[in-house]
């Protein structure tokens, strides 16, 4: 079976050390000014809240969205109650650098850089480009280099998404101080989604911190339901961006009701 996951990871190390060649990493830092943790701030203040994804491609299903552009994703998720923006900048999913800075331009919601983190090197950019949080994928790093990830953003003042695909990732989760666990309902080899992964994994995760269900999250059923299991919030991206009408669609989902 073709392993999506594998082929991004090794695409993603020559895109890195292109990126290495063209702006070295003392170039990316010089000037860098810290993010303030807004992801946090967002879900400190309210109990439940969405992170819209602006979503043109999957590896797995082709275009997704024709209708709009980054840009103007952007703006409906804006204006219609999503607490904060995910902007892929991974070329498996049309994303790209480029983008990142135009929504950032346009939008003051804090944004997360959607990417696969292999290096230190893409955190640095990531601040570089504007972002308020960024995505750790503990698949594709080890415990240690999850660790030192997660401290080199937090000393950027951004937050972290640690995200998980089973128990084994969960343990590696839990074993940092990690605020922001989101359990991806995606299978990394197939990249089918069900919500019934987060429900599998939630007994397994710490009620202490910040839990989010990503990917496969399709009606308003699906959303109360991931809620009333204990999630403080979802991500998505293809249940938006497909949507008869996106902004309805994002309105429905920021408005669950958060388990009391």
């Not at 819209?52 to 703006?75: I, N, W």
């Not at 415990?143 to 080199?152: A, D, G, I, V, W």
């Amino acid at each position: 079976m073709r392993d999506i996951l594998a082929e991004i990871v090794a695409k993603k190390r020559d895109i890195v050390a292109a990126a290495k060649q063209e702006l070295p990493l003392a170039e990316v830092k010089r000037g860098l000014s810290p993010a303030s943790f807004r992801m946090a701030q967002v879900f400190k203040a309210k109990p439940w809240n969405l992170i819209a994804e602006c979503k043109l491609q999957s590896p797995a299903k082709g275009r997704l969205c024709r209708r709009y552009t980054v840009e103007e994703l952007a703006h409906i998720y804006e204006n219609n109650g999503a607490a904060m923006l995910s902007v892929h900048t991974d070329p498996h999913f049309l994303g790209c650098n480029e983008d990142f800075r135009k929504v950032r331009g346009e939008v003051k919601l804090p944004l997360l850089r959607k990417d696969f983190i292999i290096d230190p090197y893409q955190i640095y950019e990531a601040r570089m480009l504007g972002a308020d949080a960024v995505l750790l994928i503990a698949r594709i790093l080890t415990p240690e280099q999850l660790k030192s990830f997660l401290y080199t953003t937090w000393s950027l003042g951004m937050d972290a998404l640690v995200e998980v695909h089973d128990r084994r990732d969960m343990e590696a989760a839990l074993a940092t101080p990690a605020e922001f666990i989101g359990i991806n309902n995606r299978n990394l080899v197939s990249f089918t989604t069900s919500i019934e992964q987060t429900m599998e994994l939630l007994p397994y995760a710490d009620c202490e911190r910040t839990l989010i269900s990503e990917s496969g999250i399709f009606t308003l059923d699906d959303a109360q339901r991931l809620a009333d299991a204990g999630c403080q919030g979802i991500l998505v991206g293809e249940g938006l961006v497909r949507a008869d009408d996106v902004a309805a669609q994002t309105r429905a989902f920021a408005g669950v009701k958060a388990r009391a």
